[in-house]
């Protein structure tokens, strides 16, 4: 039996020729098309796929990818308009270079979301967000978090709109498993927590990256500094900073935002949540002393 994502993704088939096939889905308003030459590549395909992507039947189509199986050869081949992007044996190598090339594509070619690389979660109506880019520890601070009872948002990009409101981006944690080998998918419901569905605004930003035996001592730190900060994690910070520095600035506006080493992501996690609770606590009152005066 097929599953439901493979089974949605088979809508969007249109044969090309012999086995080869067009796969056609749109993400982000933007319409990929993916030409395939065999069953498995088909049946591999929808763990790669960007987060609440849909078919699409349409001939237009804003990108192009090939993976295809080479002729009289073992290898699998990636390519799109440009050339060949990888070249290889194994399967998942392919799909994991594909991944990685679609993510980028889409985070500089959407135009009314700016890409953040950052791990997010909501707690208690907002988000917090935790920038950062691979092996700074994000992945692994976010599924802490959401063991911790926060929910899943994203361990890769925070979306922000114009209005500086972060959006789910709830594909499946890369979790490492280890130096020299390959990370694993793992759906937030493995964890025993639940994705996000809503647009939040940003409570509180967190600035850190593992150290071992690192504790933690937050400082706090400008609105400023912040937006250089995530500026620096913005996949069109050199090609639109125009259109980024706007909505960077309304994002942080309202948050607190804290930087520190950390040490284990458990002791982290526990710490962020009740850090966060205090300040939440600490403006209810504030805005109800201002009130009664």
């Known amino acids: 039996m097929l599953s439901p994502d493979l089974l949605k993704l088979t809508q969007s088939t249109k044969e090309v020729s012999q086995w080869g096939r067009m796969l056609c889905f749109v993400s982000y308003g933007l319409s990929i098309g993916i030409h395939i030459s065999d069953r498995a590549i088909l049946e591999a395909l929808p763990n790669y796929l960007?987060?609440?992507?849909?078919?699409?039947?349409?001939?237009?189509?804003?990108?192009?990818?090939?993976?295809?199986?080479?002729?009289?050869?073992?290898?699998?081949?990636?390519?799109?308009?440009?050339?060949?992007?990888?070249?290889?044996?194994?399967?998942?190598?392919?799909?994991?270079?594909?991944?990685?090339?679609?993510?980028?594509?889409?985070?500089?070619?959407?135009?009314?979301?700016?890409?953040?690389?950052?791990?997010?979660?909501?707690?208690k109506g907002k988000a917090i967000v935790i920038?950062?880019?691979?092996?700074?520890?994000?992945?692994?601070?976010?599924?802490?978090?959401?063991?911790?009872?926060?929910?899943?948002?994203?361990?890769?990009?925070?979306?922000?709109?114009?209005?500086?409101?972060?959006?789910?981006?709830?594909?499946?944690?890369?979790?490492?498993?280890?130096?020299?080998?390959?990370?694993?998918?793992?759906?937030?419901?493995?964890?025993?927590?639940?994705?996000?569905?809503?647009?939040?605004?940003?409570?509180?930003?967190?600035?850190t990256q593992y150290q071992s035996e690192a504790q933690w001592s937050p400082q706090e730190i400008s609105g400023g500094q912040a937006v250089l900060t995530l500026l620096d994690n913005t996949l069109v910070a050199r090609l639109r900073p125009e259109f980024a520095l706007p909505i960077l600035g309304k994002a942080v506006s309202g948050a607190v935002i804290l930087k520190s080493q950390r040490g284990e992501a458990e002791e982290t996690a526990r710490v962020l949540l009740q850090h966060f609770d205090n300040l939440i606590n600490f403006n209810r009152e504030e805005n109800h002393h201002d009130t009664s005066c």
């Open 50 to 123: 960007p987060p609440n992507w849909q078919p699409f039947s349409s001939a237009r189509l804003d990108k192009l990818y090939s993976i295809m199986a080479v002729s009289d050869s073992p290898d699998y081949l990636l390519s799109d308009e440009t050339g060949e992007l990888a070249k290889s044996q194994d399967l998942e190598d392919i799909f994991e270079v594909f991944d990685s090339e679609l993510r980028l594509w889409l985070g500089v070619s959407v135009q009314n979301r700016l890409f953040v690389h950052a791990g997010v979660v909501e707690w």
């Open 131 to 207: 920038p950062g880019r691979s092996f700074s520890g994000k992945t692994t601070l976010v599924a802490a978090l959401v063991q911790a009872g926060a929910t899943y948002y994203s361990d890769e990009y925070a979306l922000i709109d114009t209005d500086g409101l972060v959006h789910p981006y709830p594909r499946a944690l890369s979790i490492r498993q280890g130096e020299g080998q390959r990370t694993k998918r793992c759906p937030v419901e493995v964890l025993g927590g639940l994705a996000g569905e809503k647009p939040i605004p940003i409570g509180l930003i967190v600035q």
